[in-house]
């Protein structure tokens, strides 16, 4: 879960906290939320809201504008960023932090750095999807510094990083078209698109509701090695299917020419049809015990 590790205000600390928790009440984002959770609670609820794809957001709160998001964002909407405050940002992101700039009626407001611990499982859950024969790729939004950072303390195999939603799904459209099969697990709005593009989608813990409906599998649990569970009872699954269909076209296969033939009576054909359907129940009960 993100955290906010580090604020430099350019304005009253505690106004800059407020203002960003009360434009960020809406947003549903996780570094939103790790802002959220620096305020005890927000009744409050800007008058506008607007989100902007792979940057940030843009709302107004009792007439003023509020500006949140990334380096790009500030740029695009020509807030100034003097170099001390750049030389701090580099160094949040060499510390594996996301830097999220604010800005108040077009002026740099202060900076947070919030940095996404990996879960406990993580590194255990990338090996057992390497072992699975999987290679393993991070999509994110991030800048490139704070995205390997990440990704080598998890071990994953490839990084692509300050993507926007739409060039990650370029990015796996890529990999299909290299004749992978893909699976792209996320929980945000901006991994929507991706999840729809991917052979198998997979919304993973608090995932927006926009990303429960893009996926083709939720996950419940909050563990990542639910995923190498999924994998291995996807396995599994496909084996019992298969010998049910040989099971099935097996007995078709003999029993039929028989029973034409009158070879077989007409009594032990029926039975040999329940117990052949029974077989193949019993055999896909096993997958309850998994």
């Not at 580099?90 to 940095?115: M, N, P």
């Not at 990999?175 to 699976?183: E, V």
């Not at 019992?240 to 020419?257: M, T, V």
Request: aromatic share 6%; glycine share 8%; net charge positive.
């Amino acid at each position: 879960k993100p955290s906010v590790t580090d604020i430099k205000a350019f304005i009253n600390r505690d106004d800059l906290i407020y203002l960003s928790c009360v434009a960020e009440a809406s947003a549903g984002h996780s570094l939103g939320r790790a802002i959220l959770k620096l305020c005890d609670g927000v009744s409050e609820r800007p008058e506008e809201f607007k989100s902007i794809t792979g940057k940030g957001i843009r709302v107004r709160f009792k007439g003023r504008e509020i500006l949140i998001g990334n380096r790009d964002l500030m740029n695009r909407e020509g807030v100034l960023i003097d170099k001390d405050t750049t030389r701090y940002a580099e160094r949040l992101s060499s510390e594996g932090k996301t830097v999220v700039y604010v800005a108040l009626e077009g002026r740099l407001a202060g900076v947070f750095g919030i940095v996404d611990y990996l879960k406990p499982d993580a590194r255990d859950t990338i090996k057992k999807l390497r072992k699975l024969g999987l290679k393993t790729v991070m999509l994110t939004g991030d800048a490139l510094r704070v995205a390997k950072y990440i990704a080598q303390e998890a071990g994953i195999d490839e990084v692509h990083a300050g993507l926007d939603p739409l060039q990650k799904v370029e990015k796996i459209k890529q990999f299909k078209q290299r004749g992978a099969f893909t699976m792209m697990v996320g929980d945000g709005i901006n991994d929507a698109p991706s999840l729809t593009e991917a052979d198998v989608g997979v919304a993973a813990g608090r995932a927006t509701d926009i990303a429960l409906e893009s996926a083709s599998v939720v996950i419940m649990k909050k563990e990542l090695m639910a995923l190498v569970e999924l994998l291995n009872i996807s396995k599994k699954t496909l084996r019992i299917i298969r010998e049910n269909l040989f099971w099935a076209f097996s007995y078709n296969f003999i029993a039929i020419p028989l029973a034409v033939t009158g070879l077989l009576h007409p009594i032990l054909s029926a039975a040999s049809m329940a117990i052949s359907s029974l077989v193949v129940v019993s055999n896909s009960l096993r997958l309850l015990r998994y």
